[in-house]
T-cell receptor, first 115, second 112 residues
Framework: NAGVTQTPKFQVLKTGQSMTLQCAQD?????MYWYRQDPGMGLRLIYY???????DKGEVPNGYNVSRLNKREFSLRLESAAPSQTSVYFC??????????????FGPGTRLTVT | AQTVTQSQPEMSVQEAETVTLSCTYD???????LFWYKQPPSRQMILVIR??????QNATENRFSVNFQKAAKSFSLKISDSQLGDAAMYFC?????????FGTGTRLQVFP
């Protein structure tokens, strides 16, 4: 049981390049999330998917797109990377969304640098 | 809008001593959940403890306990008998509907 996995672990991009961050979970969770973590800012929600087939914007969605490929996989795409997107990106999942004690399980993170 | 504030960027504690990390939040909701997450140098986010707002009893998990003051919108984490492995960033988080809102974190150092 791997939990939440993310690929790649590290990535360096040049400004304007595109890339997709991959996330998969094997816990049969319905909800999945993408966060970014910047120094001094905590984690901020980029996009989330409450269930397969749905996606919604979080606090900082600009410059990103997401795809909920199936129940297991939730990808984050940067179409034209900018230095402001240099950050650590975390994927998370929970059994369901909504108000409740449902723990979010996090992946190991991807450190992305845009030069 | 809901916000979470951690006013202590850094804290330190001696091994075996007790330390308390502060967290306040702002919300107009009455039913919500609060969490403390630990992030060691490995970057992995680990749930430490959770509290339901409708429960008056403070949550406890082994050496970790919270002091939840709903009227004051305060949710502090107490770590007893601190261990070297407790050194990490600690994040307070508030959950309402789909969103988990994090504070900016407190870096805890543990000295032998």
């Amino acid at each position: 049981n791997a939990g939440v996995t993310q690929t790649p672990k590290f990535q360096v991009l040049k400004t304007g390049q595109s890339m997709t961050l991959q996330c998969a979970q094997d816990m049969n969770h319905n909800s999945m999330y993408w966060y970014r973590q910047d120094p001094g800012m905590g984690l901020r929600l980029i996009y989330y998917s409450a269930s397969e087939g749905t996606t919604d914007k979080g606090e900082v969605p600009n410059g990103y797109n997401v795809s909920r490929l199936n129940k297991r996989e939730f990808s984050l795409r940067l179409e034209s990377a900018a230095p402001s997107q240099t950050s650590v990106y975390f994927c998370a999942s929970s059994v369901i969304s909504g108000t409740g004690p449902y723990e979010q399980y996090f992946g190991p993170g991807t450190r992305l640098t845009v030069t | 809008a809901q916000t979470v504030t951690q006013s202590q960027p850094e804290m330190s504690v001696q091994e075996a001593e007790t330390v308390t990390l502060s967290c306040t939040y702002d919300t107009s909701e009455s039913d919500y959940y609060l969490f403390w997450y630990k992030q060691p140098p490995s970057r992995q986010m680990i749930l430490v403890i959770r509290q339901e707002a409708y429960k008056q009893q403070n949550a406890t998990e082994n050496r970790f306990s919270v002091n939840f003051q709903k009227a004051a919108k305060s949710f502090s984490l107490k770590i007893s008998d601190s261990q070297l492995g407790d050194a990490a960033m600690y994040f307070c988080a508030y959950r309402f509907t789909d969103k988990l809102i994090f504070g900016t974190g407190t870096r805890l150092q543990v000295f032998p």
